[in-house]
């Protein structure tokens, strides 16, 4: 996330290989719809990109 801030380009890909199947999983069981799956993933990781300035720093982002 700080290198996506910082305007790497790369890193939002890196993010996607690292994390999609995981988001995919929790989106899949979040919602019933199984054809928009794909299309909130997308929309995740976009906004991943679009809030990385403001991202603190932690290690990790899920709920305590």
């Given at each position: ?48 990109a ?15």
């Open positions: 996330m700080t290198r996506l801030a910082g305007g790497e380009s790369g890193a939002l890909g890196e993010l996607y290989d690292r994390y999609h199947e995981p988001v995919r999983r929790f989106i899949a069981r979040a919602t019933s719809d199984a054809e928009d799956v794909d299309d909130l993933v997308h929309a995740t990781f976009l906004a991943a679009t809030s990385a300035a403001r991202y603190d720093g932690r290690d990790c982002s899920r709920p305590g």
